[in-house]
């Protein structure tokens, strides 16, 4: 079992000192932003992520009608 317990531990080590390398070794190294909202391409197609879609639909309309009003 012990075995076993050390060789994952190794391998995820291994994994994330590999998946970080190039973020460490750059100057200002940062892990890249891949928010829906961020993004320019997505902006320039007018997709937006859930937040900002569900934040704007929340948002007051002035000219919406009062269906409660007589």
Do not use: Y
């Not at 891949?34 to 007018?46: E, S, W």
């Amino acid at each position: 079992m012990w075995k076993t317990f050390l060789t994952v531990t190794l391998f995820l080590l291994a994994a994330v000192v590999l998946l970080s390398v190039s973020i460490l070794l750059k100057k200002n190294g940062r892990f890249p932003n891949i928010h829906v909202g961020k993004n320019p391409a997505m902006r320039k197609r007018g997709i937006g992520c859930v937040e900002s879609q569900d934040a704007q639909a929340q948002k007051v309309n002035p000219m919406a009608v009062n269906e409660n009003s007589k």
